[in-house]
């Protein structure tokens, strides 16, 4: 395999919009189907790898009632969106540990128009999580594992977690800087002990960035540069809190001429515009600057985000813990 | 020297406010003096060490009725706010090849408040940069040369430009990514070869970085990790088109206990909000990211944000001369 340049592009790379999963953190997973359809075609125009619909999330734990559909991606739900997806975007949902029923929400690979599985894991519930991805993978689905707030893990922990993924039938790790306060210098040392372990156990590796310091898009082409491969992105960073890795950005960057940017931006003007207008926050702002400073979970930015409260010098000593 | 890791610091490190110089770019210099105090008090308890507080244009090329004081730095107007400026901050003002008569408009050093001239040059005009750097050496200032539009120079030229600013007066080199074009793994292949030369010549070298794809801070902080060490900032990234490297971001990412992030949030919740308020446009957008992407001048995308265009696909088959 020719080593990937600036000019020349890796053909291994996979880029996953995760608009719909991590959008639906900001709106409760309420979207349009009209709008559900327009991203779908967007994707499949740009060139993108994956699209991600939601969460495979319990009904028994969470009430439907509550929540759009994609907090659940009911099989006939995201038919109505794909039909058979004869097409070669590939549809991934998130299973998050202990919200999720694998044994019971996640049908055989065979009766699904679903392709991956991935499950999302905090560093100390690895085997539960190791447990979904063996149901997954005996059922036929791509599986990975995502390793969320990454930032507060010390090394020998992360190093066993990475051992035990790499014994498992996951196809792919995950590098999740949830709470968005990591530099470069970290997501470059991070991406070398991920790829040190994929590489013994012939796993790829992935990015989840998120853009509470401006780094999301910056950290996850360092991480390209390190030869990690599976890319996380939303349209116009909708996510929640700061947001992700714009996929705007990402697309312009990757050489692949299969990725077409323009068809991003057609989207953003006549869908993304609209959404904002309707009220709907998220993105980069101050507050979120303070939590990925403190390297804290962005809760409480969120809520200042709500309240609309601009009295930064304050949040920052109060988020401090000083106030 | 200890080597700078991610939890200690390098004491060399200098920090520059560049927010009244590129910010004067988006308001034709207007700033009012009340703005101008208060980020002079700002960048004292922020511990900045540099604060550049324009141009110093020539009269007699530009209209001083059209431009507000800070395009033309008169020695009068900068004491008026520093006084003597008996303090630990420096003053900077910059000086276009083509725009500045240093011989005339710049006095010595020690009649002047003023300590550093930063000359502005393109790659091509690197010989009339000399001139004006060692006039202004001569008259006791410390001097650097900053090379713009460093995207669009082949490496046989700046590796020219390089050596001749090494055998001059100045005291230090900046890259400039005027297009915010440039990616993390660019940065770090320009500050290798701008460091060698500056071990070669014992100058410092600097960066000054532009938002457009995101990148700016990004950008910043992976050439410090390369040794770069002069720091062109702007509070909330004020500065032309998607502007600069926030200072906010980058004391939050700097060790070094002098510099204080809580007074930087302060001027933004009191000055900086009042000024977005006010109408004035500057930051991210997405056809900065399209003039980014092709690397080129940002003009054609302040000129689509004046006008209020959203019709971003179009915008991006126009810049690359499609339409």
Redesign the interface.
């Known amino acids: 395999m020719a080593k990937r340049t600036?000019l020349s592009f890796s053909p291994q790379i996979k880029v996953i919009d995760a608009t719909l999963r991590d959008g639906g953190l900001v709106n409760n997973f309420y979207f349009q189907d009209d709008f559900v359809k327009k991203l779908y075609q967007m994707n499949l125009q740009a060139g993108v790898d994956y699209m991600e619909f939601g969460y495979k999330a319990s009904k028994e734990i969470f009430d439907k009632t509550k929540f759009g559909k994609w907090k659940f991606c009911d099989e006939k739900d995201i038919r109505d969106i794909v039909g058979d997806n004869n097409t070669d975007l590939k549809i991934a949902v998130m299973a998050d540990v202990g919200r999720t029923d694998v044994e019971k929400d996640i049908i055989p690979k065979d009766e699904s128009v679903i392709d991956m599985v991935r499950v999302a894991s905090y560093i100390n519930t690895i085997p539960a999580a190791i447990d979904m991805v063996e149901d997954c993978a005996k059922k036929g689905y791509e599986t990975t594992v995502n390793i969320m707030a990454i930032s507060h893990a010390n090394d020998s922990d992360l190093e066993e977690a990475l051992e035990l993924i790499g014994n498992s039938s996951a196809d792919g790790v995950y590098l999740v800087d949830s709470y968005g306060s990591l530099?470069?210098?970290?997501i470059r040392r991070l991406s070398d002990k991920y790829l040190n372990m994929a590489a013994k156990y012939g796993k790829f590796v992935g990015i989840h960035a998120h853009?509470n310091?401006?780094?999301?898009?910056?950290?996850t082409?360092?991480a390209v540069?390190c030869g990690v491969n599976y890319l996380d992105a939303t349209v116009n960073s909708l996510g929640r809190g700061a947001g992700n890795c714009?996929l705007?950005?990402l697309l312009?960057?990757l050489k692949n001429p299969k990725y077409k940017?323009?068809a991003v931006?057609?989207f953003?003007?006549e869908e993304m515009?609209k959404l904002k207008e309707s009220g709907l926050v998220w993105g980069y702002d101050?507050p979120y600057?303070?939590t990925?400073?403190l390297d804290r979970h962005p809760s409480g930015a969120i809520d200042c985000i709500k309240k609309e409260r601009?009295?930064?010098?304050n949040?920052?000593?109060e988020l401090m813990g000083l106030e």
Chains 1, 2 share one sequence.
């Open positions: 600036l530099y470069p210098e970290q853009n310091q401006q780094l999301a898009f910056a950290n082409i360092d540069a714009p705007e950005l312009g960057f940017l323009h931006l057609k953003i003007e515009l101050i600057l303070i990925g400073v601009k009295d930064y010098a949040i920052y000593l």
